[in-house]
């Protein structure tokens, strides 16, 4: 279920208050661009031989195990405190049979990577720390592996839906296999005593080492959705209650980061039920992406603010204050805020023309959206392939012509180059603790991403050992150290959300019931707006505007009409028949047209492979985007 990890559906969110921000007088221009060197850190050496016994003493004579050259399961985490050294999920490949002592080195493990050129006693620049604990020491632990993340103590790691803990600090040699254990994190969802607990996904260390944030799947009248959470973690050494029961950690004090009494992004007038307002205030967490720097912010994909615009917001937790981190019309969802809050990492499809064929118009509410947001968002891959690349962007978001400062910008896009766009960005990208350096991870373009019917050559990899993966580090060059900070435990309590409560039902998102409405202009013009309930009489199917001279800014006006009817033939798969007639004059004088038949679009939110009939075109100022062929 590797790509589970950066699904959002349709459930989202959110809010803004980001184009106030851009408004106001005190936002300063943006930063200029500042350098920037890439290197590439140390994985274990790589076996083309996968087979029992095909890490050889050849490949690696130190005996401590060997990677494949394929990308199965591996992920870059977070910087230990020291910053000398980032978590790395690896699989280990080849081992030898027990009781070779490299026999530890096989599947799915933790390790530690030096990032300084040094190496640990034995020579390696790594050491991994889950290679042959002792079962007795992870006893109930799930097999996920995902996120590795680091508390500040130094001992402990999160890693998928387990704590690891140390008895001494990790990087020292007293550190070995039988000193490691690894505990379960169970979120009670039930009433009675048995079982095991709800199924958490995409966890995130709040800076407070003390809370927990992480996402739950739910499938609502047929159709899956998520929630994000956040919960207080409390060691259990003798649970009696649910399963596993041996030594976990519970998520107490669990809170749904989603109240469906409270403002919600689209709403009818309280005094005039034809008439609609879009609350771009309002805080939905449909997808829970970790926290800022010094704790105080959530970090979310929300709901759009202007259509089929996927973006990231930061809540303040104690408030509910949001601000809108990105607004390029392109897709994002991996992120990290440095350390000080005042800088955003991104992984961000911006820069590859991806989803500009379906999102480059700007400005245009986020109406179809209750409709189109899976359809806006699963069309980011094809399939494993991402078009994310990394980018820093300021405190203030993107604004004007400011978009940020790509990370790995360097370089002449050649096989194997720093900026060679057949190397794809993965979740997530994480700050130093001293603000100065970030760590990436990138995948290789591999059939049938390319190759075959698609288009794109495919290169052999030039990474060593001619695996499909690396881990990058970024160094900010010209930046001054911070110093190290402490974040005090925050509160459990989140005002805005939803104390949950093992055994309650689930909401669905609270959009206005079908109907006639009309939404006006801020500045003048007005859009008709019909809701349309689908066969089951369930939830919204259909949302149909017509756009009349409309406009927000009172530069750029809208005009024409769009549709959008989306069925769901399972819960992962999105059907939608899309009709857009839109011309928008001023400034950016854009126009999105569907073909006459209209677009017809059937995307599995896991797969994301593009498959569709009819054409969606987008022309702003004189550039024309494409949807991308089926298949690519
Ligand atoms: C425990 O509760 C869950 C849901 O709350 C229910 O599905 C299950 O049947 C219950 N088990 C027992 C033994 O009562
Ligand atoms: C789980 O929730 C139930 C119902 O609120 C409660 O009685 C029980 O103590 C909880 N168990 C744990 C381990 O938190
Ligand atoms: C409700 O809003 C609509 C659309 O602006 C307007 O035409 C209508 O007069 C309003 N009704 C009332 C009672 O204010
Ligand atoms: C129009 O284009 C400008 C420049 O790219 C951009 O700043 C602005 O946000 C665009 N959209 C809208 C609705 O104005
Ligand atoms: C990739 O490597 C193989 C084996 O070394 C070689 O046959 C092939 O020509 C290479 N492909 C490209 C595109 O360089
Ligand atoms: C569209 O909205 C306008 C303005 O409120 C209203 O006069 C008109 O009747 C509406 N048209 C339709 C087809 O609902
Ligand atoms: C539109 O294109 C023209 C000509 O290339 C350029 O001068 C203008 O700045 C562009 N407008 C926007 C909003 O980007």
Redesign the pocket.
Known sequence: MLFLNFIVLTLFVAEASGRDVVKGTDIPPPPEPEPITITELPLPPVTSNDAEGGCTFDVNPHGTGCIGQAWTEFQSGAFLPDGLHVTVTVTFTGAPAAPDSASIFTGVQLILVKIDGSTFSNGDAWKCITCGVPEKNTVGRSLTMDYPQTFVDGKRLLVGTNIIECTSNLINAACTPDQVHIYPI?W??????TGPGGNIRELRIHPDNVHLGFNAFTIINGKMGQYGYMGRLQF?PF????TPLSPRY?L?NVYRLYDPSALQPITVDRDNSSLLHINPQSIVVGELRGFGGTGREVTYIGYPVESSNIDVFAADLTTGKVRRLTSHPEYVDPLDISPDDQWTVVMDTRGSGRQMFMAGMRGIPPLTDIVSSSAASSTRNNGPRRFFQPYLIDYYGDRNAYFGQKINAAGDRSPGSINDPEWNGMADPKWSPDGTRIVYWQSHTVPPACGGINPLVCYNSTAPGGRHYRLMLAHLISRTPLKPQVVEPISDVVPWGVKY???SSIPALAYPPAGKYVLLGKHSGWANVTLINNNAGTMIGTVSVVYHDFSDDGLNILTGSEEVRMNSPSPTVTEVDWFSDLVQTGPNNSKKTTSPDGFHLSIDVLINIFDATGTLTTTINGTTYYQPANGT
């Open positions: 169970r009670n969802t039930t009433t009675n005593a259990n649970p009696t209650w649910g519970d107490v409560e093992p055994g």
